[in-house]
């Protein structure tokens, strides 16, 4: 039923429930699902069934089945409702040769159970240690794998997991707790996720107890493949209704977690029984459920008798408490985590709906005006505002909104202007003609259906307005664009942007790289691309890169740039690093800026996104860490291309040499 | 003509020399040739030509031609004769902007200079410490490059390369010294390796100072791409006749380059004039110069007017003393560093010719006779002598040199034997009928066409002989077959081998590693290859892997192995690590071994080469650094594989999961 009605946490609303291996799994998941629960999470076999190696025992041993028919679900129970679990005695790395060896055995026959159940998930204890061994038989597994994924049980705080509180398969946590204390988890994690070479269907479940590491230490896995948090009933504390409840830091990680899609599974005994006078309509209230859900509550009364139901509600409130989610962020979730080839403006002509959409960003085009409007009162004096007209040039003009702007911005400012519109796609043109006509812009708004680089200028430009910017600034050639028309400004002529710079900062995000990686080839390695980030953890504040300014009155102008880059990594713990996000923040007039650069990020702008620059293998980042990163702008005669590498704390290679991989046309 | 006539050091016997940019290549040539040298090394600009980056002059400024002309040398002696020089001035790194944009171009200048000549090589300057920047210029060339070579000079040695000897050119010896005192130079050649990505075509020449640095941080170039070794006339020390010689370092060290076709250049000018009375000849005949060499010696005496001579004769010294290489060694010598796949002996028939090469090995049939001659003593006593025959069960026959070396065993140890010959390869069962006849086998020798797993022997076998082991011992199935062959032998019965064991050591390996690469896929970075290990260089003592004991009375057989190794790279300085050298010791009976493990070779032996592992990206290994490596043995239905991983000093993926690029079919 989900933990609430909204739908823009995609499968997070769908919560699920840690069972033992009871009698009957029908009984077990009839009653998690009327608690509210939409999923078990259920062993695989009994967990107190260790089994020889088949390949121990004398040939013909009369073996039982080694665990309960699949007839017992049907196939979509066993698929949508069931998440399995390995058993947790498993350990392929003991010390005990015979452990090793039954382990493996068990290990392998689990998996290929759950496989056979086409369950969407299954849940592996945690990594020892040393888990080489463990690794290896994942990895092969995973090779083999048609659809389900494989979530290993990662304990939050390196502090040894709090004791099994009663449930018949807890063992896993005890075990954690042995042999993990002290090593931080997330190492753990880190180690298994190389050996198996970022497999994209190895994941990780969180296991919370009564501490929570620090801040940074969570936000570590924003940028990991986070699909479940187990949360233990032992950490709830209980409120002086008798109720559980959770303490301020785990309900604003669920939260997180909730907005992040990620799931939630509840797992123990119940530890609160609230007094009857509390009824459970009067408790839901008590926290704000609305109306129609108590009233739902109280049509389920009756089943109110399952103790964990006190529990689910608890989840349900914290889900539904979560802010509702922005107009803007309703648009952009489609874009989230999705890697686009950032445009190529000079060689491809964008197409009408590529317009529509950036003319959409108010926010923009109304900065854009500002800076018209303070520029336009900068460059003439109030006594010459009927006199004086200020020839203004829009270079890339597209369909209109910046001709728009800056007539709006000249209304605003009581100053005449004249607009030349230049813009070089000849359909967009067809739009400018017709946008003449109707928004009366004849006698102020000339068209020329040109490229800027090359228009021959009947008059030279007081101010050249132009939209040129990708998402690292320079990357769609606005400097070489703006050199090409800075010919027609005149000496004391302004150009709005006035400069721009852009931004780097190395980040965690498994699952763009993996997104990367799926292309299975070189070339898709050495391109950036424009994306939303949203699964992503950066690893360090951003630093400047390359900063253009314009006109640019150098003697040679010389738009190659290089930078070298030290980022002090200041995450709890180590971490890995996937590549680099990057920003830009322009200066268009003065004080008025357009960003994306997130410290100073011009607020309900959604033109641009971030851009990411992959690495082709991800790298282990120590605790305290420096990393040094150098990027290139380099420009051949007919491209512009990057190229980046690190070389602390390693050496990789030199991504993208020459453009071979990916270049913009000039 | 060349330091001497052995060919067997490859290019190693032509050596070369450092000239100045004088005004007349055609001289410079004429006269080193004349002096004996084979190709000159020269400056393709003359170096004190700085010359600002054609885009930071204004347009149409007049250039003159930045050198001479292509004319000046014909085709075949620029390709043939000449090694270029890249200017030593140029430094893309610098902290200067205009430094940085005029070495790129001269930079890039040169480089395509030096291609327009089809030079076979150009010699770099020494990197600086950040050198990303010249990085990315010689990635982005090598990435265009048809045949030329890049070398890039590094000093043997941290300390300041000695200063400038007068030579017009010699700037960039001060240059290393400057900017790369204190750094491990192999750092610096380490860093700009991997930025290019190990290309195959960038490589070493190393500048040898008068102080060699320590013994194994000289040994880490054997698994490096080194072409050329620079030794400047300023090393040299002089003997009490006033000749230049070299210490007994500095002659081990060349004497080795030598041995692996490692080529020399003399640099600097001479600072060494031997008196009058010592003629020419006389010199030569001193230092042991046989008789036809002095002759051409004396022919040539009117071209000692070179004041070079005297060293290019020394070299030629140094060259001809090494000690003639062995017949083992020339036949080995086209399998150096050829990586092959290992055989699947099971899977495919052998042909004739595979046959013959492994008989031809003496020394192995030889301690098979000891091993068995022991056997047959041990087994009968003197007084069982002619009552008692033992069965011996040749199993994998071959074409018969197994059953030949037990006959003569059983002759040097006059005890009766009856042999079974089981052979499944149909081919080599005509060869062993032929035998029976030919070489009297008959009433000795059965001759039996199976497959020795599946044979059901008419009696038991005393002693079970085989010859079934693989570079890495296991490899080819040794144990697999041996279990299914040992239903037929006597509970008290002996297997020859008793037991074997593998060994690993980490080793640096530019060239097999680069081998591998070529083939740009996964599948060649997860197959083990057999290859006569020749430019490599051992990162650590090796370590036991697998043993094996026959037979194996288990009550269940289990012949998978896991190993987690630990090395401790005692190199000095870094070292790069390239995947691992694998060998086997076998116990054939008692302390009667075959081995190819470095301590312990079998003198003379030559039908086992080593086997390489790869990794699929070299890593760098610090000084002092810990190695974690796991080594798997798998076993499938029908086959058997190994897969390998490395967990410390960092995490590498699962090489081979599943066997899914290399396995033997069983």
């Given at each position: ?364 085009y109304s900065t854009y005006e500002e800076a018209v409007y303070r520029c336009l009162l900068d460059r003439v004096p109030q006594e010459e505002a009927e006199s004086r007209t200020t020839v203004l040039m829009v ?6 909104p910046l001709v728009a702007a800056s007539l709006r911005a000249s209304v605003r400012a009581k100053r005449q202007i004249r607009v030349f ?19 009366g812009w004849?006698g102020t708004v ?15 430009a007081d101010i050249l307005v ?24 005149r000496?004391d002529g302004v150009s709005i942007?006035q ?89 268009l007039y003065e004080d008025v ?74």
């Amino acid at each position: 039923m989900g933990l609430g009605k909204r739908i823009d946490f995609g499968d997070a609303k769908y919560a699920g429930v840690d069972v033992p291996f009871s009698c009957s799994i029908q009984d077990s998941l009839e009653s998690a699902l009327l608690c509210g629960f939409d999923f078990i999470m259920s062993p695989l076999v009994h967990p107190r069934y260790r089994r020889p190696a088949p390949s121990a025992l004398p040939r013909g041993t009369f073996q039982p089945p080694f665990t309960r028919s699949d007839l017992l679900l049907t196939s979509a129970q066993w698929s949508g409702q069931v998440v399995g679990k390995v058993s947790s005695w498993i350990d392929c790395d003991s010390a005990s040769p015979a452990l090793r060896r039954d382990s493996q055995a068990a290990l392998v026959q689990e998996l290929g159970w759950a496989a056979h159940l086409s369950l969407q998930a299954v849940v592996l204890p945690p990594p020892p240690q040393h888990a080489a061994n463990y690794a290896r038989i994942l990895n092969h597994t995973l090779g083999g794998l048609a659809t389900m994924s494989m979530w290993v049980r990662i304990p939050a705080a390196a502090a040894p997991a709090p004791a099994p509180s009663g449930g018949g398969d807890n063992g896993g946590g005890g075990h954690a707790g042995t042999s993990t204390a002290c090593v931080d988890p997330w190492e753990l994690w880190n180690q298994l996720r190389f050996l198996c070479h970022h497999h994209p269907r190895l994941a990780v479940v969180l296991e919370l107890g009564a501490d929570l590491p620090a801040e940074d230490n969570l936000h570590r896995w924003r940028g990991e493949p986070l699909k479940a948090v187990l949360v233990p009933t032992s950490v709830f504390t209980t409120n002086k209704r008798g109720y559980p409840t959770l303490s301020k830091r785990h309900q604003d990680f669920l939260s997180d977690c909730f907005r992040r899609g990620v799931q939630v599974v509840l797992s123990g005994n119940a530890q609160h029984a609230p007094p009857p006078e509390a009824a459970p309509s009067g408790g839901a209230a008590a926290r704000g459920l609305d109306g129609a859900v108590a009233a739902v509550a109280a049509a389920v009364a009756p089943l109110q008798a399952n103790p964990l139901r006190v529990y689910w509600e608890y989840l349900s409130y914290i889900f539904r408490k979560i802010e509702a989610t922005s107009e803007q962020e309703v648009l952009e979730m489609g874009y989230r985590d999705f890697l686009q080839s950032p445009l190529q403006p000079l060689q491809d002509n964008l197409e009408s709906q590529t317009y529509e959409t950036f003319e959409r960003d108010g926010t923009k085009y109304s900065t854009y005006e500002e800076a018209v409007y303070r520029c336009l009162l900068d460059r003439v004096p109030q006594e010459e505002a009927e006199s004086r007209t200020t020839v203004l040039m829009v270079v890339g003009a597209g369909r209109g909104p910046l001709v728009a702007a800056s007539l709006r911005a000249s209304v605003r400012a009581k100053r005449q202007i004249r607009v030349f519109a230049v813009e070089k796609n000849p359909n967009a043109v067809v739009t400018l003609q017709n946008r003449l006509v109707a928004d009366g812009w004849q006698g102020t708004v000339t068209i020329v259906p040109a490229d800027m680089r090359e228009w021959q200028a009947p008059e030279q430009a007081d101010i050249l307005v132009s939209e040129l910017l990708g998402s690292f600034g320079d990357n769609e050639l606005s400097p070489e664009c703006l050199d090409g028309a800075q010919r027609f400004l005149r000496p004391d002529g302004v150009s709005i942007p006035q400069a721009y710079t852009s931004y780097l900062q190395p980040i965690t995000s498994h699952k763009l790289w993996n997104d990367v990686r799926a292309h299975d080839d070189i070339e898709h390695f050495e391109t950036p691309y424009v994306v939303k980030l949203f699964k992503f953890h950066p690893l360090a504040p951003t630093q400047e890169v390359f900063t253009f300014e314009h006109p640019n009155r150098d003697h040679c102008i010389d738009n190659t740039r290089s930078a070298c880059l030290r980022f002090d990594c200041t995450t709890a713990g180590g971490a890995v690093c996937h590549g680099f996000a990057g920003y830009f923040d322009a200066q268009l007039y003065e004080d008025v800026h357009l960003s994306i650069h997130p410290p100073t990020h011009t607020p309900n702008m959604f033109s641009w996104f971030p851009i990411y620059f992959p690495l082709r293998l991800p790298f282990h980042l120590p605790q305290g860490a420096r990393m040094e990163v150098h990027m290139w702008r380099c420009e051949g005669q007919h491209k512009v291309w990057y190229e980046w590498a690190v070389t602390e704390p390693l050496t990789t290679c030199i991504h993208n040499p020459g453009g071979r991989s990916y270049y913009v046309g000039l």
